[in-house]
Nanobody
Framework: QVQLVESGGGLVQAGGSLRLSCAAS????????MGWFRQAPGKEREFVAA????????YYADSVKGRFTISKNNAKNTVYLQMNSLKPEDTAVYYC????????????????????WGQGTQVTVSS
């Protein structure tokens, strides 16, 4: 059974940085594209970033482009989200998700296309 476990969330001041991690088990990590989503209170879940299983293709929401970086370490079955220059509007629960694909460079921002989800980690940015 596939399991995704996020970590690294916390409280940070505006302008600060955090690195989220998502450890995957039960799946051949190299065959899964990965994504990060977030959900703020009272809002719908939104796409943040995605990375292909090859690691060669990434995609970001406009709101985080240039501030966030997604990466993965296949040897550790882990995907990361480095978040810099954080803003109060980045406050949300962050979820990682995985999607099996036979296409090494496929990425998607559509949450309905992801197969597995983690439990989420809270990120709070104070002003």
């Amino acid at each position: 059974q596939v399991q995704l476990v996020e970590s690294g969330g916390g409280l940070v001041q505006a302008g600060g940085s955090l690195r989220l991690s998502c450890a995957a088990s039960g799946q051949p990590f190299s065959s899964y594209a990965m994504g990060w989503f977030r959900q703020a209170p009272g809002k719908e879940r939104e796409f943040v970033a995605a990375i292909s299983w090859s690691g060669g293709n990434t995609y970001y929401a406009d709101s985080v482009k240039g501030r966030f970086t997604i990466s993965k370490n296949n040897a550790k079955n882990t995907v990361y989200l480095q978040m810099n220059s954080l803003k109060p509007e980045d406050t949300a629960v962050y979820y990682c998700a995985s999607r099996y694909t036979s296409w090494p460079d496929r990425v998607t921002s559509k949450d309905e296309e992801y197969d597995y989800w983690g439990q989420g980690t809270q990120v709070t940015v104070s002003s």
